[in-house]
């Protein structure tokens, strides 16, 4: 019997088939005691596991590259702590098993975050993902993963770490369901550059059978069990329509009534260039610059190192616009030569442009390095900082990049609620703003953007949310500046609508959403955007705030 579920849809698409359950995860160790003269053995088993483990999700990471590539690298960083490796060495020195040191370590350090309130607490999956390919590298057993199939399936699982996440095979896994996660998480961020269709938050996601037959709607977050004949075409039919709207579909981003809205790609790197220009992408609205930083924690790139790096990006997009973020270290991209390890709470420490205000000599030697890889270029540069929270952070950033010699335009990305309330302010020292709906409901809320349980108030609909984007959007609009999002909001179709109708003057985000995006809005007049904005902003939850915007733009 057809029963349907209900979790949050994060990467469009339909996605029929059976369900395939992610491997089990590593059993826990038995606590048996060691001789202390074997000891120092058990310790360097510990240390070259670790060592394998890291150099394994490097290599996924160059494997999958782009943005998956700085997810996993900074995976590789967690494996490698040093004051977790000195807590497994202490715990194997009193009696434990490599392995039972390695499992106690990391529920110590899992705790003690979750404890402090901590960023990074955030990141259970990635965590727990470490921990057991350690583990079970030392006891032998094959690695938790993606299960082995010769026929496509739909894979469900508690969460998916971004080491599974970035190699999913899309010929083999045609979607997947978790049931913890939420729509900014690295997976479901990594789903939407598959191109894979993907619901996540779905209570009791992990009791559905093996081999049950599933629809998966991941633009609705709906979930069909055992969906009849009649329920598969009518989906089959609907996902038809969608490819034939995206073919047909083509050109610069507008209104149907003509009104401009320039669809950006968010990129992670080089890497991430081709698929960028293949969706049509009219330039980069985010080019994270963290990529080049991960590769080495303990020193920043040389300055030759990153004009080469940015002139590949830049050349890739002759007279278009490339908005390039400058490096946002610190909470869950922690950099040894950086970011304070003492931080009770990093997020809410010193990260983003408070770090590289600490340390001048890296902002200038990245602006210096845009500058340079500029240099002959028709591009139309801009360069942002991240987490501006007022006036003074904006004018130390601008007077930065005036002392560096860079013939660009200065942002400041508005991720703190602060900077959205004074957003008239911060226009008085940069010429643009563009908002990161993650960074900003996560702020807004008090809910940890990894944290499944709080996912709903990390859903971009939150009337909260749209009310700071429509300050943000009409203070730019007063100063005769731009104000764009680069956050995952701008990755959803009916969502871009609203956006547009809050007077947003640009969108960005993965290039596999593109196509959707440019097809949605070129059905709609700016009247009717600005309607269902209206019409979203009016009402009281995110559920309400979507259906008002979807009966608005469905003449309802």
């Known amino acids: 019997m057809e029963t349907t579920l209900r979790g949050v849809g994060v990467s469009h698409g339909v996605a029929i088939g059976e369900v395939r359950h992610m491997g089990t995860a590593v059993l826990e160790p038995p606590a048996k005691q060691i001789p202390a003269e074997e000891a120092e053995r058990e310790q360097g088993r510990a240390r070259k596991a670790v060592e394998a483990v890291a150099a394994d999700l490097m290599a996924r990471g160059n494997l999958a590259g782009g943005e998956a590539q700085a997810v996993l690298e900074a995976q ?24 039972r040191g390695v499992y106690d370590a990391f529920a110590s350090y899992r705790e003690l975050l979750a404890g402090a309130g901590e960023y990074l607490a955030g990141r259970v999956a990635d965590l727990d993902d470490v921990r057991n390919r350690i583990v079970a590298r030392l006891l032998g057993v094959p690695m938790p993963g993606v299960p082995d199939s010769d026929e496509p399936y739909v894979l469900v699982a508690r969460d998916l770490a971004p080491a599974d996440t970035a190699l999913l095979d899309p010929a083999l896994v045609l979607g997947f369901v978790t049931e913890e996660g939420g729509p900014t998480s690295h997976s479901a961020i990594l789903a939407r550059a598959l191109g894979v269709p993907a619901v996540v938050a779905l209570p009791g996601a992990g009791e559905l059978a093996e ?118 270290a610190g909470a869950d991209k922690p950099l040894d030569f950086l970011t304070p390890s003492d931080e009770p709470n990093p997020a809410l420490g010193v990260r983003g442009l408070r770090t590289l205000l600490d340390h001048p ?45 860079l013939r660009a335009k200065f942002g400041a990305m508005v991720e703190i609620p602060s900077a959205a309330l004074r957003a008239r302010s911060i226009l008085q020292e940069v010429e643009f703003l563009s908002l990161g709906t993650n960074d900003l409901a996560q702020y807004t809320f008090a809910a940890d953007r990894q944290v ?4 709903r ?9 749209l009310d700071l984007v429509e300050l943000s959007a009409e203070a730019a609009k007063a100063e005769g500046k731009s104000c764009g999002v680069c956050g995952e909001a701008a990755s959803d179709p009916l969502l ?14 993965g290039a596999a959403s593109i196509p959707y995006v440019r097809a ?14 209206a019409a979203a902003r009016a009402t009281d939850s995110a559920e309400d705030a979507r259906s008002a915007a979807q009966a608005v733009l469905s003449g309802e």
């Open 76 to 99: 590789a960083m967690m494996a490698q702590d040093p004051e977790l490796m000195a807590d497994v060495e202490r715990r194997i020195a009193v009696g434990s098993t490599a392995e």
């Open 211 to 328: 081999g049950t037959m599933i629809a998966v709607d991941g633009s609705t977050g709906e979930i069909f069990v055992d969906p009849s004949d009649d329920k598969k075409a009518q989906l089959e039919a609907a996902a038809a329509q969608r490819k034939a709207a995206l073919a047909a579909s083509t050109g610069p981003g507008a209104t149907a009534d003509g009104h401009k809205v320039p669809l950006l790609a968010n990129i992670g790197g080089p890497g991430d260039v081709e698929a960028a220009v293949e969706a049509g992408a009219e330039g980069v609205g985010l080019f994270r610059t963290e990529f080049l930083f991960l590769d080495d924690s303990k020193q920043a790139p040389s300055e030759e190192k990153q004009v080469a790096a940015y002139r590949q990006v830049l050349e890739a997009f002759p007279e278009g616009r490339v908005v390039v973020r400058v490096l946002d």
């Open 361 to 405: 000599d890296v902002l200038r030697t990245q602006l210096t390095a845009l500058a340079k890889a500029a240099e002959g270029l028709p591009v139309y540069l801009e360069v942002m900082a991240p987490m501006v929270a007022d006036r003074t952070d904006a004018r130390a950033f601008a007077d930065a990049c005036r002392e560096a010699g």
């Open 496 to 509: 871009a609508c609203v956006l547009t109708g809050l007077g947003v003057t640009s969108l960005s985000m």
């Open 457 to 465: 108030l990390q859903d971009p609909w939150q009337p909260a949310l």
């Open 452 to 455: 499944g349980a709080v996912s």
């Open 520 to 533: 949605t809005l070129a059905k709609y007049t700016l009247a009717q955007c600005e309607r269902a904005a």
